[in-house]
């Protein structure tokens, strides 16, 4: 038995009960609900809902992912997104043991995918996501970077670059080029990628971006798709694997 299978374990259990948390909060703040204080409740009987309905990944495995008061069948994207924040814990806790580091971008991952989710569903990044991820580069450059004046250009191109993707999109175009949500989290991808390695995130995010408009469309049949979870992902992979900008020289 590995010597740190109890760790894994905890690790694991850990990131599914954040996962939980991910579901729902990225239901209720993009409807202005509060995301801790408040009980659960099914949304569609809107019965309150107690511990064992919200024991992460079993509840909706024992209730055969259906509520257990209407019936009513419970989107797998809550179990989804359980398993999914484990695995994402689990690589972190691979990466970087238990250390500040892990403990930071965990904070950081349970943020970003409460914004990704929140913007699929509804095309709203809350504001409240984007603000953690700031504070969140703060003490992650304060603690693990000696040098913060690439970081701090980072911010400045990236919030320049979102502002002309805005307003200079609506004066050729008559329409918005880039959503607020967007804006606002852009200058704070720049703080925590930096300013050497932007070019690599722009291309990383706008494929990205590519794929998922391809796809958005296809599914939904609409030519308007969530731009922020290309940028939120592109942003945490060159964070997690800074090394990929070294190996092409962009850093």
């Known amino acids: 038995m590995p010597p740190d299978l109890p760790i894994i374990i905890i690790i694991i259990a850990l990131g599914a009960c954040f996962g939980s948390f991910i579901t729902a909060a990225s239901w209720r703040l993009p409807r202005n609900e509060d995301a801790v204080a408040g009980a659960s409740k099914c949304p569609k009987c809107g019965t309150r809902l107690g511990f064992f309905d919200l024991f992460p990944v079993f509840s909706w495995l024992f209730n055969r992912g259906k509520c257990r008061y209407c019936k009513v069948r419970i989107s797998p994207r809550y179990v989804l997104t359980e398993i999914g924040t484990a695995l994402v814990f689990l690589g972190l806790y691979e990466k970087y043991g238990l250390s500040g580091q892990f403990w930071i971008l965990a904070l950081l991952a349970t943020s970003l995918l409460i914004m990704i989710i929140s913007d699929f569903e509804t095309y709203i990044m809350p504001d409240s996501t984007t603000i953690a991820a700031f ?3 703060l003490a992650y450059h304060y603690l693990y970077s000696p040098a913060w004046n ?3 250009l980072g911010f400045v191109a990236c919030l320049v670059v979102a502002l002309l993707l805005r307003y200079g999109f609506y004066l050729v175009r008559k329409r918005e080029g880039l959503g607020m949500g967007d804006v606002k989290f852009l200058p704070v991808a720049g703080l925590w990628v930096g ?3 932007l070019p ?16 958005w469309k296809l599914i939904f049949k609409n030519p308007e798709y969530p731009f922020g979870p ?3 992902v592109g942003m945490f992979v060159l964070v997690i694997f800074p090394e990929i900008g070294f190996l092409l020289h962009l850093k």
């Open 135 to 137: 504070i969140l580069a």
């Open 150 to 152: 690439d970081y701090l």
């Open 195 to 197: 300013f050497g390695i």
């Open 200 to 215: 690599l995130y722009f291309v990383i995010a706008g494929m990205l971006g590519i794929i998922t408009g391809i796809i």
């Open 230 to 232: 290309a940028l939120a």
